[in-house]
C-alpha cells in the first residue's frame, strides 16, 4: 500500500493541501475547527508527515541553499531576460542570507522529477525556484506530496496551493489597444510552446485581448515558434510569405520579435512602414535594435525579486503557501509600430 500524502489528507478532509498543512503544524491563522478537522482525517488516514520535509524545516539541519534546476534544453545561459532574472535572485537571496544553488539535471536523469528527489534526499537545498513550468508539471505534484518549500515563475494550469509569481492575464490588452488605434486588424502572434505555463498565460492574455475588439479579425493568426530568435524568424518568414499577411506582429518574447525584425529586412518588408512589430520583456537589445523595438515590460530583476520574496515566508513557516504575486507590465512604444497602410 502507498503512503498517505498530504494530498490525500487535503482530498478526504475537503481542504486544500496549504490549509491542511497550516493546520496540523498548528499556525496561529487557522480556526480551531479546522485544525481539528484536519488532524482527524489525518489519524484516520495513518498520515505521517514527510521525514524529508520535516528535516527541511528543523532549523538546526537547514542548509541556507535554494535550489534551482536549469533545464538545459529550452533555457540558455545567454538568454537576456534569464541571465538578468538569475542575477537578481542571486542577488535577493544574498540578502536574505541564503545561497542560490544554479545546476542543470545530469544527463543520465529520468523525467523532471529525479533531480528534486535527489536534491531532496540529500537535504542539500532548503527549497526551490521552478522555473519553465509546464501546465501539467510533475514537480508541482511531487514537492507538494513531500511538503517542500518552494515559488514557481508561472502558474501551472489551475493548480494551486503553492507560491508562484506570473504577469497578470490582462498584461497583452494595452499592446492589442496601441495596435487598434494605428488602424491594424490583421494581427499575428509569434507564440512560445504551449505546454509550458508562462507561454499558455501569455498567449491566453493576447487571445483575451484580442477577442474583447470585435473590430480585429476574428481568425487570429498565431504561429506556435519556439523561444528564440530562430525560431522567430522561421515563423515570422512564414507569416509574410503566406496569403493575408499581417499588418502586424505580436511576439510572447522579445528575442521571438527581434526574429521577426529579422525576417522583414530579409524579405524587403519595412518596419514600421509595411509591418509593425511588439514583443515582451523589454530586454537591453530591444531599445537598440533597428528599429528600436516597441514591447511589454516586463522587468526580470522585478520578477526574480519577487520569486525570492515569495520563496522566504514559505521557506520561514514551514509549510506551502497559496499567495499569487502578479507582475504588472507595461507597453513601451518606440520606434517598430506605425500606422497600418493598405
Not at 529550452?74 to 544553488?101: E, H, K, N
Not at 539535471?105 to 528534486?116: I, K, Q
Not at 506556435?224 to 510569405?241: P, S
Not at 524579405?267 to 537591453?284: H, Y
Amino acid at each position: 500500500m502507498s503512503r498517505v500524502t498530504l494530498k490525500d489528507v487535503a482530498r478526504e478532509a475537503g481542504l486544500s493541501v496549504t490549509q491542511v498543512s497550516r493546520a496540523l503544524n498548528d499556525h496561529d491563522d487557522v480556526a480551531e475547527s479546522t485544525k481539528a478537522h484536519a488532524r482527524r482525517v489525518a489519524a484516520e488516514l495513518d498520515y505521517v508527515p514527510n521525514l524529508a520535509a520535516r528535516r527541511l524545516q528543523d532549523p538546526e539541519l537547514r542548509t541556507g541553499s535554494i535550489g534551482v534546476f536549469l533545464p538545459s534544453d529550452t533555457l540558455r545561459f545567454s538568454d537576456p531576460f534569464f541571465g538578468d532574472l538569475l542575477s537578481s535572485m542571486v542577488i535577493a537571496a544574498g540578502q536574505a542570507g541564503y545561497q542560490l544553488q544554479l545546476s542543470t539535471p545530469a544527463s543520465g536523469d529520468t523525467g523532471l522529477v529525479a533531480p528534486y528527489d535527489e536534491a531532496v534526499r540529500q537535504r542539500r537545498v532548503d527549497g526551490f525556484v521552478l522555473l519553465r513550468t509546464l501546465v501539467d508539471d510533475p514537480r508541482v505534484d511531487f514537492l507538494l506530496e513531500r511538503e517542500i518549500p518552494f515559488v514557481a515563475f508561472g502558474r501551472p494550469g489551475d493548480a494551486y496551493g503553492f507560491a508562484a509569481v506570473e504577469a497578470s492575464r490582462d498584461a497583452f490588452r494595452p499592446a492589442i489597444d496601441h495596435l487598434r488605434n494605428l488602424g491594424h486588424q490583421r494581427i499575428a502572434c509569434l507564440a512560445e510552446p504551449p505546454q509550458f505555463a508562462i507561454a499558455a498565460h501569455r498567449l491566453e492574455s493576447f487571445m483575451s485581448a484580442l477577442n474583447a475588439d470585435r473590430s480585429l479579425a476574428t481568425e487570429p493568426m498565431v504561429r506556435v515558434a519556439g523561444f528564440h530568435e530562430q525560431d522567430g524568424f522561421r515563423a515570422a518568414a512564414e507569416l509574410l510569405t503566406g496569403p493575408d499577411r499581417p499588418t502586424a506582429i505580436v511576439a510572447l518574447n522579445d528575442l521571438l520579435a527581434l526574429g521577426a525584425l529579422q525576417a522583414a529586412d530579409e524579405l524587403g518588408i519595412s518596419v514600421p512602414g509595411q509591418l509593425s512589430v511588439v514583443g515582451f520583456d523589454d530586454i537591453d537589445a530591444a531599445r537598440l535594435v533597428t528599429p528600436p523595438l516597441t514591447t511589454i515590460r516586463q522587468s526580470a530583476t522585478d520578477v526574480g525579486t519577487a520569486l525570492i520574496e515569495e520563496l522566504l515566508p514559505v521557506l520561514q513557516a514551514g509549510a506551502p503557501s497559496h499567495r499569487q504575486r502578479l507582475i504588472e507590465p507595461a507597453l513601451v512604444i518606440r520606434s517598430s509600430t506605425g500606422p497600418s497602410r493598405p
